[in-house]
């Protein structure tokens, strides 16, 4: 069974940044999607940065030019720098994990984290 951790979150001043890792563990076959999905309270679940084994990307158009996504494969971990932090960025940040490399484009992650708190707040 794969297991997701995700760690980085806190608390940062409007302008600063964080930096957030997601590491799967535990499965048989390879991890060859990851994605960082967040929520704010009172609002869906939405993508912010998803990466494959092979360095494919996609981001959202609201944190382009802020937030940067990268991965280590030998440690199944992936990375979100997010630089120049913003109020509006304050949410529960979520990694998913899957072996299918479609999950980047499809959201539909089989493993999921539980979550690391980002808030952005003078």
């Known amino acids: 069974q794969v297991q997701v951790v995700e760690s980085g979150g806190g608390l940062v001043q409007p302008g600063g940044s964080l930096r957030l890792s997601c590491t799967a563990s535990g499965g048989r076959f390879a991890i060859n999607a990851m994605g960082w999905y967040r929520q704010a309270p009172g609002k869906q679940r939405e993508l912010v940065a998803a990466?494959?084994?092979?360095?494919?990307?996609n981001e959202a158009d609201s944190v382009k030019g802020r937030f940067a996504i990268s991965r280590d494969n030998a440690k199944n971990t992936a990375y979100l720098q997010m630089n120049s932090l913003k109020p509006e960025d304050t949410a529960v940040y979520y990694c998913?994990?899957?072996?299918?490399?479609?999950?980047?484009?499809?959201?539909?992650?089989?493993?999921w984290g539980q979550g690391t708190q980002v808030t952005v707040s003078s």
């Open positions: 998913g994990a899957d072996e299918d490399y479609s999950a980047i484009r499809t959201g539909e992650y089989h493993y």
């Open positions: 990466i494959t084994s092979g360095g494919t990307s």
